[in-house]
């Protein structure tokens, strides 16, 4: 992945309330609270980015884009989505994608602070 690539996931990422960088499972993994909402993982050689999507999105979207997102292995029998990141992703979308991820994950007060602004 290149730095840029990086760069703006961890905008993305740290961006939402309480959000922080960990190591772990991905390389790296952003957490809230201590619970994964997204990671960056090397995936057949190539960068890629996992999050939790709600029910119905993973089949929808992958798919639709079997050349953007796949399922990841091990999480995505749970409906995590991946995204291949050295594929031009949209990052607006990628920023929707990881918001959706977060609210999943996040607490209903870090939440809440996130639909007012205050994050």
């Not at 993982?41 to 979207?61: D, F, N, T, Y």
């Not at 029998?77 to 977060?102: F, T």
Request: with cysteine; proline share 8%.
């Amino acid at each position: 992945m290149t730095d840029d690539h990086l760069s703006q996931l961890r905008a993305i990422c740290l961006a939402l309330p309480e959000a922080f960088e960990d190591g772990g499972v991905g390389d790296p993994s952003f957490k809230v609270r201590g619970k994964i909402f997204a990671m960056r993982h090397p995936m057949e050689g190539r960068p890629s980015l996992w999050c939790k999507a709600p029910q119905g999105v993973q089949a929808m979207i992958v798919g639709s884009e079997p050349d953007q997102f796949f399922v990841p292995p091990y999480v995505g029998k749970h409906g995590w989505i991946g995204l291949w990141l050295d594929a031009a992703p949209e990052w607006e979308r990628v920023a929707a994608l990881v918001e959706d991820s977060y609210r999943m994950t996040a607490p209903k007060r870090l939440i809440s602070q996130l639909n007012t602004g205050g994050g």
